[in-house]
């Protein structure tokens, strides 16, 4: 378990911050970004989380933002061994098959689509809906990052996977899609 005694350590105030192996990059580091915006997104999934109380759909968004957490530290663990380790933390196939399963399971109650829909209405699928844009905007940092050094191909199925649950959990939260809001094209011409 990480013990946190002290918040600040004033090691970042040259515009750097350290990595899990100890080395040290720029704040605005691609692979400081992509981490950055994987806590932006699991911050907009606690939102969400928020606006459900207790029940299943909440947890299956706090299970999401433990994963999240895992994912951040994959990231923060440059180099291409790739196995978790006693002192290494990884993402595995497992956690985007959990994610797959449980899109699976969602999807079932849901009418196949006919149209778009918008990012919209109950205030739940809208919250659910804004922490899927910060996924996808999470998952182009992660690639980003891809292109430029290694990175762990399940976390990258692991994001991929993430913005089609949250699209399918807010089909649900929309009264299993039938309070969706759908687009209609060039309606407003």
Do not use: C
Not at 48 to 75: C, E, K, P, T, V
Not at 136 to 149: K, S
């Amino acid at each position: 378990m990480v013990k946190l005694n002290k918040i600040y350590t004033r090691t970042g105030d040259d515009g750097s911050t350290g990595l899990v192996d100890g080395s040290r990059r720029a704040k605005h580091d691609a692979r400081m970004v992509a981490i950055g915006l994987v806590d932006e997104a699991n911050s907009a999934i606690g939102l969400a989380a928020a606006s459900l109380g207790n029940g299943h759909h909440a947890d299956i968004l706090f299970r999401i933002q433990n994963d999240m957490f895992d994912l951040g530290a994959d990231i923060a663990t440059p180099g291409e061994d790739f196995e978790p380790g006693e002192m290494t933390l990884r993402m595995v196939p497992a956690q985007t098959y959990w994610l797959e399963t449980t899109i699976d399971a969602l999807n079932d109650r849901l009418e196949p689509l006919a149209s778009f829909v918008l990012p919209g209405g109950s205030e739940a699928a809208a919250r659910t809906h804004v922490a899927r844009a910060g996924t996808r905007a999470a998952e182009r940092g992660v690639t980003a990052l891809a292109e430029a050094e290694p990175v762990n191909p399940a976390a990258l199925a692991y994001i991929n996977r993430l913005s089609d649950l949250l699209f399918v959990l807010a089909r649900v939260l929309n009264d299993d899609g039938k309070a969706d809001v759908k687009w209609v094209p060039g309606q407003n011409r």
